[in-house]
Structures are given as C-alpha cells and as structure tokens.
C-alpha cells in the first residue's frame, strides 16, 4: 500500500470503531469521555466522504451533549446530522434525528417545538409502513402533550401506541404512561 492508501485505510478505521462501539461506548463511558472518540470519528469520516459514518458520529455527539445536559449543543449536532443523513436519503436515519431533535427541545422546555419534529417523524414513520417507529414516535408525542397538561391528547396517543404494539415491552410501556398520566391528572 502507498502512503495515500495507508491515509485512508487508518481513516476509515478511526471513522468507523467510534461508530460501531457507540452502544458499548455508552454502556462503559461516561459522556466526557466518549466525546473525543465521537470526534475523532467524526472528522474522520468527513475525511473520507463517508457521509452516513459522519451523520451517525454527530448524532452521538448530540446524545453525549444531551446526557451532559446541555441540550442547546445536542441540538446543534442533531441539526447537522438531519442535514446529512436528509442528503443522503437515508428516511430512518432522519426519523432517529428527528426524534433527537424533539427530545432535546423537550428538555428546554420547548415543546412547540419539539411537537413539529416530532410530527415530522411520525409521518415519515408512517411513510416507511414502520410501525414499530411510528409507535414509538406517538409515545414521544404524547410525552410532549403531557408536558403541556394536555392530557386527554396524551392519552389518545397512547391509545394509539398500544394500537399498533405488537409485543409486550412496547405494550407494558404504553399502559405505564396511561397509568402515570391518570395519576397524575388534577381532579377537576
């Protein structure tokens, strides 16, 4: 191998362990920690015009910021990853930066917000006939309109969450969130 080839072969390297230990990463280490492999990962991959490597490292950048608390550059990162992964055509991996994007905003407090990337997936969910994705994304929303008090919504898209479960994880995490809505709904 040249040297131009030997360039590449430890940037694809680099780009993809990051990638690929994302989920040990985050059983292991603590945020701060992961960051600089995520990092490395992610130059790395714009190194090398490997655009999907480059969504799913700034993706993971975004999840360590959001688990630091600081959401405002988790939202950063998620922005940039919805750009990418949008370019690519890649409809699953723009529902998973949709999905970040809401639960940052939630974290601000911004539900409006996060209401409209949250709707944004669904349809896309719906698009790709993935239930699965389209269940989760209606938990995500009812968890929004919790936030807003609006419980009778919350409470319809539960519904419609336990509608299109299909085992009994997703089932029991529908009837959990009913359950913790009505108690805590004020008497009126």
């Given at each position: 191998?040249?040297?131009?080839?030997?360039?590449?072969?430890?940037?694809?390297?680099?780009?993809?362990?990051?990638?690929?230990?994302?989920?040990?990463?985050?059983?292991?280490?603590n945020?701060?920690?992961?960051?600089?492999?995520?990092?490395?990962?992610?130059?790395?991959?714009?190194?090398?015009?490997?655009?999907?490597?480059?969504?799913?490292?700034?993706?993971?950048?975004?999840?360590?910021?959001?688990?630091?608390?600081?959401?405002?550059?988790?939202?950063?990162?998620?922005?940039?990853?919805?750009?990418?992964?949008?370019?690519?055509?890649?409809?699953?991996?723009?529902?998973?930066?949709?999905?970040?994007?809401?639960?940052?905003?939630?974290?601000?407090?911004?539900?409006?917000?996060?209401?409209?990337?949250?709707?944004?997936?669904?349809?896309?969910?719906?698009?790709?006939?993935?239930?699965?994705?389209?269940?989760?994304?209606?938990?995500?929303?009812?968890?929004?309109?919790?936030?807003?008090?609006?419980?009778?919504?919350?409470?319809?898209?539960y519904?419609?969450?336990?509608?299109?479960?299909?085992?009994?994880?997703?089932?029991?995490?529908?009837?959990?969130?009913?359950?913790?809505?009505l108690?805590?709904?004020?008497?009126?």
């Amino acid at each position: 191998m040249n040297k131009p080839q030997i360039k590449r072969a430890v940037a694809v390297a680099c780009s993809a362990y990051p990638c690929v230990g994302a989920a040990l990463f985050r059983l292991r280490l603590n945020p701060q920690t992961r960051i600089p492999f995520y990092e490395t990962g992610l130059q790395a991959a714009q190194k090398i015009g490997d655009a999907a490597g480059e969504g799913s490292h700034l993706g993971n950048l975004g999840i360590a910021y959001v688990e630091l608390g600081q959401a405002r550059k988790a939202i950063s990162f998620f922005k940039q990853q919805f750009i990418v992964v949008q370019k690519l055509g890649d409809l699953n991996a723009e529902c998973s930066a949709l999905g970040n994007l809401a639960n940052a905003h939630t974290m601000l407090g911004e539900n409006e917000i996060a209401l409209r990337y949250c709707e944004e997936r669904i349809s896309i969910q719906r698009k790709l006939g993935d239930r699965r994705g389209e269940g989760n994304a209606l938990c995500g929303l009812g968890l929004i309109y919790a936030n807003l008090k609006k419980f009778e919504k919350a409470i319809d898209l539960y519904n419609q969450q336990i509608q299109i479960a299909r085992d009994g994880c997703m089932m029991k995490l529908s009837l959990f969130q009913i359950w913790e809505l009505l108690t805590e709904k004020p008497d009126k």
